[in-house]
């Protein structure tokens, strides 16, 4: 059989022309008779055009922009989701259920994280279970062909495993562990069922990573707002560029339980996202030593401070993940991590942890304010209240509502 050549428009229409092409064809062929009334319906469509367009442009300049920035894992989309659920009616039904293979994989990158810190955890493994494990450990080619009750059924023997309850037990909070292991762990039997539906809450743990610029438009009390989301892993940052023009505040989202993780990109050299971010001496000596991921979060927090396009931006610090912090400061001392700290609490380390970001501000804005929050974004409560409190904020209603200075 020869091998068919794609072109770009077949590729389109799989080599079969379409009835919009023949439609096209048929008015190009014929001949065109202009009369009186056809000019007239002309007019009236151009003019209806320039109307839509101008409609466009006004409510594109009475939108307040909002721009989610942030390393990967953070969080901003989880903020995202839970604006849906706030001011845009939440998920449909058939929406909530298309969650359920992102569900079930990352039920398997748990998984797979487990199998490599049993490995690394050199923890000892019945003959019986290491064919399971291994499995696991390496990758998920053994999935892509099988079938879904299948899959359901090894994930289900996976947890059962003796090495895997053991580990769980003693290492609860490995660091290469997704945050979201926390939430699926407990309730595995259920959320895996074939027939499951994910909850909101489901929804909001899921870990989707973010690869390309998105927004989402929604009225918050009375004022339109155009929400913009981007990805926050090192290869997608280059982007964050195109959305500067224009931005009413930034909400910088950051976890503070990324301190004992390390960044996925560890390997790749430290450069600054923006051409025109503003030499600072701090931001030169920050990643020199481990490439943790609070200290890369804390260095990009530095960097946007500094873009020119985003000077007269309101900037609003969300440190996140709260929950987790308390968690994991339990058994992974952040002292070990960061250096300088030697506090006790969790108050004691979520202040510490304000402190290294705020202290990324140069000495030329030593006088801009940073308003932020310590944030739970899987909270829905948590969220609306933090939101609100920001776009008071950004509306300059009343700024003596959130405190971080
Ligand atoms: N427990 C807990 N989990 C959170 C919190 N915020 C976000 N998560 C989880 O962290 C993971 C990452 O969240 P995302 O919103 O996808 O992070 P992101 O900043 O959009 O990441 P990128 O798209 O890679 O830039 C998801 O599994 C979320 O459910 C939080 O406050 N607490
Ligand atoms: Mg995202």
Known sequence: MGQTICTPRNRIYGGVISA?????ANKTSGTISVTIATVQE??????SIDNLLKMEKTEDKSRVKILLLGGADAGKSTIVKQMRILHMNGFSDDEKRSFYKYLRYNVFQIFHEISLGIQETILSVDDDEKSIVNRFGEGDSYFLSIDEEKEVDILLNFIALKCVRSFMHLYPNYPSLPDNAHYYMPKLADILRPKHTPTAQDILHLRIPTTS????????ET???????????????????????????V??????????????????????VLHDAIPAAAAATTIKHLPNRLRDSAHLFGEMLRSKFLLSSAFILFLNKKDLLSKKLISQPLGKYIKGYDGKTTEDASDFIRQYFLKRKSKKDKDRAIYGHYTCATDTKNVEFVFNAACDIVFKKNISKSGMQ
């Open 213 to 220: 610029v998105s927004e989402i438009n929604f009225t918050f």
């Open 223 to 249: 004022s339109s707002i155009r929400l913009i989301d981007v990805g926050g892993q090192r290869t997608y940052r280059k982007k964050w560029i195109h959305c500067f023009d224009g931005v009413a505040a």
């Open 20 to 24: 919009e092409d023949t439609d096209i």
């Open 42 to 47: 002309q007019v009236a469509i151009s003019k």
């Open 251 to 272: 909400m910088f989202v950051a976890s503070m339980a990324a301190y004992d993780q390390k960044l996925d990109e560890s390997e790749v050299a430290i450069e600054p």
